[in-house]
């Protein structure tokens, strides 16, 4: 048994500002006791690594967004590398390909892609890729480019099941959030089949709450909710079902939980209120 982990949130975004420490509390109880803080522009890498330095069950990571691709300079990428090779990031990214909202454009996005994978390659970290109506080309560029030998997480998987099986088969991670609860959600399908060991939980929070919050503001207890619908999809039980994925969590970004983490049976831990 061991705690369930949020491996993608952005905690110290403004929403957080007026409750953070009530939020981890209520993280706690809910038996989400690791994390995952994910940068994705030059202020919320500060914040990520400033919240991995808290305890040591926060890890964080670093990356140039698709939306900002366009800061993507060489100043940027010299400061993800010292990052990686000091040691204070677990993983490049979140980074990858947004077709959806286009906020840069899509040569830009691919570019500064192209670059991390690289940059990835060099200091042997594993990615968390941001794919949204993109799948094909991310998949495209990666083969292209090389997959990076670490792998990593498509973080808010909501690709097809070809993909999700293209993506398991090569040894990257699929990252299950709020929108496995929903009521239409195409997930389940595209996930039918998959190994326990193909999933990472997460919140993105403050975005893409599982559906009991959706129009709320998302937050790590909500892990709690996902991974009870996933359990159900593998015909497991929660506290299995926490285990399998703690051990997922260390191999993908080479960590390690400390023992508290492993001490908590999530089936024992009160839901969060649906409020
Ligand atoms: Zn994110």
């Given at each position: 048994m061991a705690a369930l982990i949020d491996t993608h949130l952005h905690l110290g975004r403004a929403e957080f500002d007026d409750d953070r420490e009530a939020v981890q509390l209520r993280s706690q109880a809910a038996g989400v006791g690791a994390f995952i803080h994910v940068g994705f522009d030059g202020e919320s890498i500060d914040h990520a690594l400033a919240l991995a330095q808290q305890d040591d069950s926060s890890w964080a990571t670093a990356?140039?967004?698709?939306?900002?691709?366009?800061?993507?300079?060489?100043?940027?990428?010299?400061?993800?590398?010292?990052?990686?090779?000091?040691?204070?990031?677990?993983?490049?990214?979140?980074?990858?390909?947004?077709?959806?909202?286009?906020l840069s454009p899509r040569d830009v996005q691919e570019a500064a892609f192209r670059r991390q994978i690289a940059l990835a390659t060099e200091v042997a970290l594993p990615m968390v890729f941001h794919v949204r109506d993109a799948y094909d080309d991310a998949r495209r560029v990666l083969?292209?480019?090389?997959?990076?030998?670490?792998?990593?997480?498509?973080?808010?998987?909501?690709?097809?099941?070809?993909?999700?099986?293209?993506?398991?088969?090569?040894?990257?991670?699929?990252?299950?959030?709020?929108?496995?609860?929903?009521?239409n959600s195409?997930?389940?399908?595209?996930?039918?089949?998959?190994?326990?060991?193909?999933?990472?939980?997460?919140?993105?929070?403050?975005?893409?709450?599982?559906?009991?919050?959706?129009?709320?503001?998302?937050?790590?207890?909500?892990?709690?909710?996902?991974?009870?619908?996933?359990?159900?999809?593998?015909?497991?039980?929660?506290?299995?079902?926490?285990d399998s994925l703690a051990r997922t969590v260390e191999a993908v970004f080479a960590i390690k939980l400390p023992p508290e983490v492993w001490d908590v049976r999530p089936s024992t831990c009160p839901v969060p209120p649906r409020r």
């Open positions: 990356g140039i967004h698709p939306h900002d691709a366009a800061s993507y300079d060489d100043a940027a990428e010299e400061r993800l590398r010292s990052l990686a090779n000091s040691g204070s990031i677990v993983a490049i990214g979140e980074c990858g390909l947004d077709f959806f909202r286009d083969e292209d480019a090389g997959l990076p030998p670490r792998r990593g997480v498509f973080h808010a998987f909501a690709g097809d099941g070809e993909f999700a099986r293209w993506a398991v088969d090569n040894g990257f991670r699929l990252g299950i959030g709020g929108p496995l609860t929903y009521k195409k997930l389940p399908q595209a996930i039918a089949g998959l190994p326990a060991e193909s999933f990472v939980l997460e919140t993105d929070a403050p975005w893409l709450p599982p559906q009991p919050w959706r129009g709320k503001r998302n937050e790590p207890a909500y892990v709690r909710e996902t991974a009870r619908v996933l359990a159900e999809l593998l015909d497991v039980d929660i506290d299995a079902l926490s």
